[in-house]
């Protein structure tokens, strides 16, 4: 309240809350005093004991008043006023409570505290009379380790025991006796202990009686699995009876232990006999509750035949076990009655043999149930042990089976003969003489035959719902109610169960997680335990219970409030009914009717529905809704003599609850019941506020009242009639049943909630359908979305047949439940009114909500809240009205529309706009004969003619007006994917009106949310026109290569446009870009291989519908192909993997592709036959150039065609032996040819033969002159190539994409320009694309990319740091495969490793791989130079900045300036120079095993030379390499420490060199390799200055020894393929320059360190 002090406590006048009147118990006509002592101040709650009373104010402080003999000052202990309890100032009391001589408290932190007596440890203090103060109770769930202390949220006191829930809906108690619920007997229990029967359910309420617990408990979801037995008496829960012609299955179970026997036997009179009867039927109480299961009882009685003559003298009957605790399932889902206090009073007039005789003729009376002694209250003779257990037998029976007894007449299984025989001779047991009942035998006999035949009609009908009845346990409640009126069911459903089965609703509504943890709820249990003498327990005996049982009878019945009295309780209902029972010695329970120990109804005189209730010792207090909104309070229970009455002493009861007259004490909030006095806390009704809310509450709970009997008396009859149409409008009717369902049970939980929210603090601002209004606002759409879909597609028309007698019959209740007044208005239109009723409750929302709100000041934010709430169900309403009258145009139309299109056309969900058939609109250019009429839907535009109709979606229509010089007046523009047609208005009005209706009509389709209301003012404002780019679906009906595809994604103007999913019906998939309905850009594609039960996947590029550019297409036969495509075929140069290593023909061609075929140069690796081609192509065939070499060695270069070796040609084994000439087939020599063996004899001739399995030859044999000055290798040898694909003719198609990248259409023609532009769209793009994915690129790419954007400018003379900048930005752009220059060195490196990889890696080779990189270098900088115009061509000189300084002409001592090599100062540009460090790297692998192959045999030589020359010390090896020893160090530095060259020394001198030389290895390009001997060479000067002292000139004959003795020392193992590669790579221009000499001389090193072995 604090809150609100500044505007609301004026507005509400606060001080007017809470007041307290007070009356004494038993005297009706006295008006209330005021409690004395007590000001003005607000009170929350209020509880009273026998003598005393407990008071909670606003502000969290406790008083206690009345008699407080446990007060330790002698003045407190009869106070003249409330006395403030101090112990609990500061602690924010949220809940108190009284028990009969002691009180508790529960504060805000869920903290108990207790005082009071304390003689049975109800305090939970331990051997201590009375606890003077209040005192924490300390509650610890030692469940939990460390064990937590418990908070608890409510406290319910007794006269010996106290009750807590905790905040996880856990009982706790302490005190004395069997109403505590532990497994205990030693009392007292002052620790307070968990009811561990109840624990894992969710307890919402408890409630003490003098000597019995009740606990309010929620229904647990049903999925939960059902344990087998029992676990206290480990008796089987399910049982089955196998009789002769019938078998009962039960899963009711009740367990024995829950009575306690000891404290019956002292307690009752009863016989031990009924004991068993009675427990075993302890909760079925629906036999007193619904007539229907009154009808069951005759089929019950069938059952116990066989076990009645038995069992009549037996304790404990071995089967009633069996049969007594069957309290089925589906007896539990037995059809409560609808009306269910008109069924009760029927049970009542039966029972009562006063009212009996009255009952109407048309009703066959029921035999009165004659249960336990009290039942009948006319049996004179004390009955006998077998009649009371024969009588309990039957009763627990019939409710235990229940329908599915009824069931088995369906199999005929029960004849109705044995039925009546049994009936005729029961009457006449020895036992069950009831002769003294007012009917007679009789009598008794004819209406029992009467209600057989009724019955098994009634048990006919009933079977037939079974599927329904379980289908909706289901639906989370545990018992539920199925149409009740059964008696309208026609028996000729039985025959269409199977259809029965298809319209099976769940009209209790399904768990809504929302709504359930916001409000209270209805599906609620109530169990009770403790002493039962007065059948306060509602089991219907009066037996104790140590555990907690559940009160079966009252399951379903959505009670929400329960209330425990000194020997009765009372139970209040959502419906705002009372149940009542329990002691009724004074009428305290509302009604007469016997026996009290079920629940009964109390019977309030007032029309209007009881919310509130108390219960006094033995009294009962009824606050009920008047007409005016003001509670009335009723008083019911023990009346007090005045001392005017000559009547005995002994108080008398009231016969019926009696109103007060409280109307001029103001609205009361809240009533507390105590001995001897009841008071009310009571509002005062400042500006309306109160009563404003009490409106809103009473008009909610009767609103309830009338939801639930159209749903019980209307909605469940109509669902249960026959022939009630097509299937799709029975789904209608039970969706619109099931929503209504739904909003019926929202309101029953808001009408409770309402009901709690008047009995607290009255906080605007925490009405539930102020904080969560959309929970109402979404309900209240879904039900008139569903009714409004019913009412279209005609679904009342439809049931005025089927529903004709059922409406007819109950005329006046449909009247009176529509408050429909006209006599003259038709059933069907009453009926539509009902359904509709719910919306009129929005305006009333509205209303209390503005009225609330005038209660504030203007500018307070609750006043603000209120109006916009209010608004808000305002706006809702007005909707909701548009809603049902565009449903009902529509319905109008459809009655027009002519028949056969109507069927196909008719959808719930689709509304009327406009339609053309008062023929203002027409097509463009129609034929003179033809009928076109337009129709506007909410979801399509329909053009109908004679006798065919075409829909077209509204989400992609576009409609735009023509300009009239388009010669078109008035027209409209309709573009949809596939048609393009113009319509033409009769005038322009009408032009205006179509545009703008269709235009509003997409808009809203596109948005897609028509059935809210834009909640709020703003968000209503209309677009002009919808968007021309838009998202949405399509199936195509025309287009021949799109028939029946749907596409969903971005369309522009009529195209798909955008990013979108096309599917088509055989399963292929289109998924990436489209551009004016074509695939164009990045996309994927599936193709379903229905042989192989694979698809065909393509991942790539498209343009104008054709796979076209890069892409990889993996086919469903495992091949797959990454490269390029043209027109949807593989087009340029490409990869194609076939097969798995383990599959039987693994391969693999990368290569030049043209129209689907191999074509041009590729290398073909064939993984099986270890074979691989690279050479020439075409039509998929080898044919032209190409070289061969295999896993074995062999190498052949020559002609290929159609696949084969044929031609000239030239094949090399690994030995050396060489043929040259002609073949005619693979490896197949035929013809001409010269073979030349290893030693380099050769024989010339005729050949024919397979190579390798023995060769013909017809020929002369040479034995070639050892002088001849050849020495050197065969011919041949220096031949090899000259047969071979030439390098510059290599990969082609590689180049020419890169060319066309950058557009231009064949290598150097085109626009520079253009091709940067190209480059910046390519990265661009490139990024976009990976955007989606972004773990494709690493931080670093991305800053590589945002460099590469900005290009390069050079204006002026191009300068050594221009050369420098596209040195830079060439390697970035080659970093990244996005580039245009990226990818075409990522695929340059990818041809070059398939090529010299694996089978390739042959020696023959070598010279093909340098040509190869060469070949790059050339075409590489081609385009380099075409991208930088400036860059001087191959060979220029780019002059220096700044001139170098002069330099000697020796190896000088200084570091060498790289650039000094060159023969004039500058730079010279080469493209070795310029891409060899971008290139190289990558090829490297591949290159230097080919060198390493190649130089094998001489490295071998050299190799085993170094290690024997490495074994001598330093100083020797100087010796015999003939260094002159001035150049032998004598000292050396080691780790700073001079130490002098001993003769033992080794691997010390010249060490530094030595490393220099050693990184020749971890270099790749020539440069780098020869910088490494240039420093080498360095290094050995400075060694030999630093021992010399002095300046001097190299000669080579000094410098040569000392070089070959770092060579020998730097151990490089294969120097041989470095001298080599450096050789074939350098640049020419260096071999004359400085570096040039020195590479000679190592080259020289390396030849001499071979020929050492000859020394």
């Not at 026998?50 to 402080?61: P, Q, R, S, W, Y």
């Not at 043999?353 to 049996?379: D, F, G, I, M, Y």
């Not at 739904?742 to 009255?762: E, T």
């Not at 590479?1639 to 071979?1650: D, G, M, P, S, V």
Request: hydrophobic share 35%; aromatic share 8%.
């Amino acid at each position: 309240m604090d809150s609100k002090k500044g505007s609301s406590t004026k507005a509400e006048g606060s001080k007017e809350r809470g007041l307290v009147h007070v009356w004494q118990a038993g005297s009706c006509s006295v008006t209330p005093e005021r409690l004395p002592g007590w000001g003005e101040r607000t009170v929350l709650q209020a509880a009273l004991g026998v003598k005393h009373g407990v008071l909670l104010t606003e502000d969290g402080a406790v008083y206690s008043f009345g008699t407080l003999p446990w007060r330790s000052a002698p003045a407190e202990t009869c106070p003249s006023s409330p006395i403030l309890e101090h112990a609990l100032v500061g602690q924010c009391v949220v809940t108190v409570a009284a028990g009969s001589f002691h009180s508790g408290a529960v504060t805000e932190s869920g903290v108990v505290y207790m005082w009071g007596e304390n003689s049975a440890g109800q305090c939970a203090v331990a051997n201590q009379q009375w606890v003077p103060e209040p005192s924490a109770v300390s509650i610890a769930d030692s469940e939990t380790s460390p064990s937590l202390a418990v908070r608890i949220l409510q406290l319910a006191c007794g006269e010996e025991h106290t009750l807590a829930l905790s905040i996880s809906r856990e009982i706790w108690a302490w005190g004395t006796g069997c109403q505590l619920g532990l497994m205990t007997t030693t009392f007292p229990v002052t620790k307070p202990q968990k009811v561990e029967h109840l624990a894992g359910r969710v307890v919402l309420q408890v409630a003490c009686g003098a000597f019995h617990s009740l606990a309010l408990v929620q229904c647990p979801p049903s999925q939960k699995p059902v344990p087998e037995r029992c676990n206290q008496c480990s008796q089987l829960l399910m049982t089955m009876t196998d009789k002769e012609d019938h078998v009962i299955i039960s899963d009711s179970h009740c367990c024995p232990l829950g009575v306690t026997l000891a404290e019956s036997q002292a307690e009752n009179q009863a016989n031990t006999a009924i004991s068993p009867s009675t427990e075993t039927r302890d909760s079925q109480g629906e036999v007193f509750e619904n007539t229907c299961v009154q009808h069951d009882l005759a089929v019950a009685n069938k059952l116990n035949v066989g076990n009645v003559h038995t069992t009549s003298g037996d304790p404990i009957p071995p089967q009633l076990d069996i049969i007594g605790t069957t309290e089925t399932s589906s007896s539990r889902n037995i059809p409560s009655d609808p009306d269910a206090p008109a069924g009760n009073e029927h049970v009542q007039k039966l029972s009562d043999p006063s009212k009996r005789e009255n009952s109407e003729n048309h009703e066959k009376p029921v035999p009165s149930q004659p249960l336990v002694e009290e039942a009948v209250p006319n049996l004179h003779s004390p009955p006998t042990t077998s009649t009371s257990a024969l009588n309990s037998l039957v009763v627990s029976c019939a409710s235990a089976v229940g329908v599915r007894v009824a069931a088995t007449y369906e199999a005929g299984a029960l004849s109705l003969k044995k039925v009546m025989n049994f009936y005729s001779t029961a009457p006449c047991e020895p036992g069950a003489q009831a002769g003294s009942s007012s009917i007679g035998p009789e009598g008794l006999k004819d209406s029992r035959e009467e209600q057989v035949k009724q019955e098994s009609m009634q048990g006919k009908k009933s079977s037939s719902l079974v599927d329904i009845r379980e289908e909706e346990s289901e639906g989370g409640s545990r018992r539920l109610s199925l149409p009740g009126l059964l008696s309208q069911v026609s028996p000729r459903l039985l025959r269409k169960a199977a259809r029965v089965k298809t319209r099976t609703v769940v009209l209790t509504p399904t768990y809504s997680g929302e709504a359930d943890a916001l409000l209270p709820s209805l599906r609620t249990e109530v169990w009770t335990w403790g002493k039962g003498k007065e059948g306060q327990l509602g089991h219907g005996d009066v037996l104790p219970r140590l555990q907690p049982l559940c009160v079966k009878c009252l399951d379903g019945k959505e009670i929400i409030h329960l209330e425990a009295g000194g020997y009765h309780s009372l139970a209040l209902t959502a419906k705002s009914q009372v149940y009542s029972w329990g002691s009724n010695t004074f009428g305290q329970l509302g009604h007469s009717d016997f026996p009290t120990t079920v629940p009964r109804l109390a019977k309030v005189k007032s029309d209007n529905g009881v919310w509130s209730v108390a219960a006094g010792q033995d009294y009962s207090l009824f606050l009920v809704d008047t007409e005016d909104f003001q509670p009335g309070l009723y008083y019911s229970g023990r009346q007090d003599h005045t001392e005017g009455d000559n009547l005995p002493e002994n108080p008398s009861g009231t016969k019926a609850p009696v109103l007060l007259s409280c109307s001029k004490l103001g609205y009361i909030s809240r009533v507390a019941a105590g001995k001897d006095s009841y008071l009310a806390l009571v509002d005062k009704n400042i500006m309306g506020y109160i009563a404003s809310l009490h409106e809103l509450a009473a008009t909610e709970r009767r609103f309830y009242s009338k939801l639930s009997d159209i749903k019980s008396q209307i909605l469940r009859p109509l669902l249960s009639l026959e022939n009630l149409g097509t299937a799709s409008t029975v789904q209608l009717l039970q969706e619109v049943a099931s929503r209504f369902s739904k909003l019926c049970y929202l309101i029953g939980q808001h009408g409770a909630s309402l009901s709690s929210f008047l009995q607290g603090v009255k906080e605007a601002r925490s009405l539930v359908i102020l904080k969560h209004a959309s929970l109402f606002l979404d309900s209240y759409t879904e039900y008139c979305t569903s009714i409004t879909h019913f009412l279209v597609m005609g679904g009342f028309q439809l049931l005025a047949k089927p529903a004709i007698d059922f409406l007819n019959k109950n005329q006046e209740l449909l009247q009176d439940l529509s408050e429909v007044t006209d006599e003259n208005t038709q059933l069907i239109e009453i009926l539509n009114t009902l359904f509709f009723l719910p919306t009129r409750r929005l305006h009333n929302y509205a209303e209390v909500l503005l009225k609330l709100a005038t209660c504030f000041e203007v500018t307070s934010p609750e006043y603000q809240k209120l109006q916009d709430s209010s608004s808000c169900y305002e706006c809702l309403a007005l909707h909701l009205g548009r809603k049902r009258k565009e449903a009902e145009y529509t319905l109008g139309f459809w009655k027009t529309f002519p028949g056969k299109m109507t069927d196909s056309l008719r959808k719930p969900e689709r509304r009327l706009l406009c339609e053309s058939s008062n023929r203002a609109l027409s097509l463009q250019h129609a034929g003179r004969f033809s009928v076109n009429w337009f129709i506007l839907f909410n979801d399509a535009l329909v053009h109908a003619q004679f006798s065919t109709h075409h829909v077209f979606p509204l989400a992609t229509i576009w409609a735009e007006p023509l300009s009239e010089e388009a010669g078109a007046v008035n027209g409209l523009k309709i573009t949809t994917p596939e048609e393009q047609f113009t319509l033409i208005s009769s005038t322009p009005q009408e032009k205006t009106k179509w545009l703008r209706a269709i235009s509003q009509a997409v808009d809203q389709a596109l948005r897609g949310a028509s059935d809210h209301p834009p909640y709020g003012g703003g968000s209503s404002v209309q677009r002009q026109e919808p968007p021309i780019s838009r998202s949405a679906k399509y199936t195509f009906y025309k287009d021949p290569r799109l028939k029946d595809a749907t596409y969903d994604g971005r369309w522009f103007s009529g195209k798909p446009h955008g990013r979108g999913v096309l599917k088509w019906p055989d399963g292929k998939m289109y998924s990436g870009m489209f551009r004016n309905g074509l695939e164009d850009g990045y996309g994927e594609y599936r193709i379903p291989n229905k042989a192989l039960s694979k698809e065909d996947h393509y991942v790539g590029h498209w343009k104008e519908g054709k796979m076209c550019g890069q892409g990889v297409y993996s086919y469903a036969s495992g091949e797959v192909f990454e490269g390029c495509f043209q027109d949807n075929m593989r087009h340029g140069h490409g990869l194609l993997r076939s097969g798995k290593l383990t599959s039987s023909s693994p391969s693999m061609f990368i290569g030049q592709w043209v129209m689907d075929k191999k074509s041009g140069y590729g290398v073909f690796d064939d993984i099986t036959r270890g074979e691989k081609y690279m050479g020439m192509w075409q039509d998929d065939v080898c044919q032209g150039n190409g070289v061969v070499v295999t896993q074995f060695g062999l190498y052949y270069e020559g002609n290929f065609h159609l696949n084969k070796m044929m031609g000239n040609g030239v094949l090399l084994s690994e030995d050396d032996t060489i043929y040259e000439g002609e073949f005619s087939d693979d490896w197949t020599l035929s013809g001409k040819g010269t073979l030349t063996m290893p030693n380099g004899d050769y024989i010339e001739g005729y050949f024919s033969g397979e190579w390798g399995s023995g060769i013909k030859i017809t020929g002369t044999y040479f034995k070639p002159s050892l002088y001849e000055s050849d020495k050197d290798k065969p011919k041949v040898f220096r031949k090899l190539g000259n047969l071979a694909v030439p390098a510059d003719e290599k990969w082609k198609a590689v180049f020419d994409e890169c060319w066309r990248q950058l557009g231009c259409e064949s290598p150097g023609q085109g626009e520079v320009w253009k091709a940067w532009d190209n480059i910046a769209v390519a990265l661009t793009a490139n990024r976009r694309q990976h955007r989606d994915s972004p773990e494709i690129l690493s931080r670093s790419q991305t800053q590589t990319l945002e460099s590469l954007e900005f290009i390069p400018q050079h204006v002026g003379a191009f300068s050594v740091e221009k050369y420098d900048d596209i040195k830079k930005y060439l390697i970035k752009a080659c970093d990244t495969p996005l580039h245009p220059l990226g990818r075409l060195m990522e695929t340059l490196v990818a041809v070059y490793r398939m090529t010299y990889v694996g089978v390739g890696a042959n020696r023959r080779l070598l010279q093909e791989a340098v040509k190869e990189i060469k070949s790059y270098l050339k075409r590489i900088f081609q385009l380099v130079r075409f991208l930088f115009p400036e860059l001087p061509e191959e060979g220029s000189t780019i002059p220096l900045s700044a001139p170098l300084p002069t330099e000697r002409k020796s190896f000088c001592t200084g570091k060498s300036d790289s650039r000094s090599e060159s023969p004039e100062p500058g730079y010279v540009v080469t493209s070795s120079g310029l891409l060899l460090p971008v290139l190289l790297p990558r090829l490297y692998p591949p290159l230097f095993m080919l060198y390493a192959l190649e130089n094998d045999r001489e490295e071998d030589i050299y190799w085993e030379c170094v290690l024997r020359l490495n074994k001598q010390p330093d100083v020797a090896l100087l010796g015999f390499l003939g260094v002159q020893r001035k150049f032998w160090p004598v000292t050396l530095s080691i780790l700073g420490e001079t130490k002098k060259v001993l003769p033992t020394t080794k691997d010390a001198c010249f060490a530094s060199a030595v490393e220099c030389l050693q990184q020749i290895s971890t270099t790749f390009t020539p440069s780098d390799k020869l910088k490494v001997i240039q420093q080498t060479f360095e290094e050995i000067s400075q060694g030999v200055l630093a021992s010399l002292q002095e300046d001097f000139l190299w000669s080579m004959d000094d410098l040569f020894p000392v070089f070959l003795y770092v060579v020998l020392r730097a151990r490089i193992r294969n120097l041989g393929s470095e001298v080599h590669l450096i050789e074939d790579l350098m640049d020419p221009y260096l071999q004359h320059g400085e570096q040039g000499i020195m590479f000679t001389t190592l080259k020289a090193c390396y030849y001499q360190i071979q020929r050492e072995k000859l020394n």
